[in-house]
T-cell receptor
Framework: GAGVSQSPRYKVTKRGQDVALRCDPISGHVSLYWYRQALGQGPEFLTYFNYEAQQDKSGLPNDRFSAERPEGSISTLTIQRTEQRDSAMYRC???????????FGDGTRLSIL | SQKIEQNSEALNIQEGKTATLTCNYTNYSPAYLQWYRQDPGRGPVFLLLIRENEKEKRKERLKVTFDTTLKQSLFHITASQPADSATYLCALGLGNAGNMLTFGGGTRLMVKP
C-alpha cells in the first residue's frame, strides 16, 4: 500500500485478555518502529526492527509486551494479560533505513475495560 | 534528567505572519533532529530532518535551525496559512544508530485568517 497500515483501528477488550496489534509497513522499508502515544503527548518509543531482527526493545514497559516481525515485513505487537493502564493509542512507523524519516500509520486505539 | 521541551501552550498567529516554534533539550546528544506535523486523529507526518553538523535546513515555507551548543532547534513557517494549523512535534534521533526517536510533547499552532 501507499502508507503504513495498522489494524484494527479500534480495539476494546476486557482486562486480562491478550491483544495483538498489526502493522503493515510501506513496501521496501527496512526499519519498523512501535510507539505508544497518550493524549496531548508525543509518541513514546517502544521497540524497533531492522528487517526481522528486533534491534531495541528498551521502551517496552514490561514483559507483558512483545513484538515480532518474522518475515521482515508485517509486525505484530502483543500485549498479554491487559491492564487498564495499557489503554492508549499505539502507533507504528516505518523507514527506508537508519536515521531516515519515519512514516507513521494512523494507529490503533486500545481501550481496556 | 533528560528532557525535551516544547511550549505546551498553543501559539496563535495571524495569517501571513511567520510562526516560530521552539524545541529545547537537556542531557541529550542527538545525532539529528526531526520535525513532524500531527493533525487530530492522524499519525505524525514527517516535515524536515536536520543533522548535528547542519545549522539550517529549508523546504518551501519551512525552515529549521539546530544549535547543538544551545541545545535548541527553531522551526519557522513563513507566510503562514490557516491550513498550517496543527500540532508540531520535534523528535531527537538517539541510540547507538540514532534510530530511536524521542519526541517532545508538541506545540499546537493556530493560524487565524
Amino acid at each position: 500500500g501507499a502508507g503504513v497500515s495498522q489494524s484494527p483501528r479500534y480495539k476494546v477488550t476486557k482486562r486480562g485478555q491478550d491483544v495483538a496489534l498489526r502493522c503493515d509497513p510501506i513496501s521496501g522499508h527496512v526499519s519498523l518502529y512501535w510507539y505508544r502515544q497518550a493524549l496531548g503527548q508525543g509518541p513514546e518509543f517502544l521497540t524497533y526492527f531492522n528487517y526481522e531482527a528486533q534491534q531495541d526493545k528498551s521502551g517496552l514497559p514490561n514483559d507483558r509486551f512483545s513484538a515480532e516481525r518474522p518475515e521482515g515485513s508485517i509486525s505484530t505487537l502483543t500485549i498479554q494479560r491487559t491492564e487498564q493502564r495499557d489503554s492508549a493509542m499505539y502507533r507504528c512507523a516505518s523507514s527506508l533505513g537508519s536515521n531516515q524519516p519515519q512514516h507513521f500509520g494512523d494507529g490503533t486505539r486500545l481501550s481496556i475495560l | 534528567s533528560q528532557k525535551i521541551e516544547q511550549n505546551s501552550e498553543a501559539l496563535n498567529i495571524q495569517e501571513g505572519k511567520t510562526a516560530t516554534l521552539t524545541c529545547n533539550y537537556t542531557n541529550y546528544s542527538p545525532a539529528y533532529l526531526q520535525w513532524y506535523r500531527q493533525d487530530p486523529g492522524r499519525g505524525p507526518v514527517f516535515l524536515l530532518l536536520i543533522r548535528e553538523n547542519e545549522k539550517e535546513k529549508r523546504k518551501e515555507r519551512l525552515k529549521v535551525t539546530f544549535d547543538t551548543t544551545l541545545k535548541q532547534s527553531l522551526f519557522h513557517i513563513t507566510a503562514s496559512q490557516p491550513a498550517d494549523s496543527a500540532t508540531y512535534l520535534c523528535a531527537l534521533g538517539l541510540g547507538n544508530a540514532g534510530n530511536m526517536l524521542t519526541f517532545g510533547g508538541g506545540t499546537r499552532l493556530m493560524v487565524k485568517p
